[in-house]
């Protein structure tokens, strides 16, 4: 067989909230008993697996999943804040209702440039999001190198992942989805990268 690294890719259980499509990003948010629920199936997925190590978002919302998975596995937990969600500025905590209703020139100019545009405040755009995400990526395979490695992240990070993964330009991120709970696996070869499961 040849040699490669395996990433299962998770995205954080269900959130308080949901049902109003929050924009929540670096805010700390606590999962629904169904998103504890969520989790503890993945977990049950992955039992089995020879897992080397853990990695997940140093917020709540995937920590716990996280720590849920790790649970079968004798191998190391890290948390790493370059695994959080995007940061939204003035948007954070808000609803896509609200944001519609209170930023419709904003959304405007997000329309024109979507990978580059950042909202108002203390916020990042999808193209700095890319930035750090690889980075932790590539620190992660370079790490666990032939390896199988679980990440425990969010929507925005594990499309971004899953973008650069199946030569995807950012501007395609949003047509990828990934639900609460949903798994992910990727396989990184020498010379390629193999998208065996998405949004399963």
């Known amino acids: 067989m040849i040699?490669?690294?395996r990433i299962y890719l998770i995205r954080h259980g269900q959130v308080d909230g949901f049902e109003n499509f929050p924009i929540y990003g670096h805010t700390d948010i606590e999962l629904t008993e169904i998103g504890l629920l969520q989790m503890e199936k993945a977990a049950e997925r992955l039992r089995?697996?020879?897992?080397?190590?853990?990695?997940?978002?140093?917020?709540?919302r995937s920590l716990a999943g996280a720590k849920i998975i790790s649970r079968y596995h004798d191998s190391p937990l890290f948390s790493r804040q370059e695994l959080r969600e995007m940061r939204?500025?003035?948007w954070e905590?808000?609803?896509?209702e609200q944001i519609r209703k209170r930023f419709p020139e904003e959304l405007k100019k997000r329309a024109k440039n979507v990978v580059h545009y950042s909202p108002p405040g203390d916020s990042e755009s999808i193209a700095q999001l890319a930035h750090r995400v690889m980075a932790i990526?590539?620190?992660?395979?370079?790490?666990?190198?032939n390896s199988k490695i679980v990440i425990v992240a969010h929507g925005g990070v594990n499309r971004v992942i899953l973008c650069h993964a199946l030569g995807l330009d950012l501007g395609n991120l949003f047509r990828i989805q990934q639900d609460y709970g949903c798994l992910n696996i990727i396989d990184y070869f020498p010379d390629h990268t193999l998208v065996r499961l998405m949004n399963g």
Do not use: N, R, W
């Open 137 to 145: 990526l590539k620190e992660i395979l370079s790490k666990h190198s």
């Open 93 to 96: 905590g808000l609803t896509l």
């Open 48 to 60: 089995l697996v020879d897992v080397s190590a853990v990695y997940s978002s140093d917020l709540k």
């Open 3 to 5: 040699e490669h690294t």
């Open 88 to 90: 939204f500025g003035e």
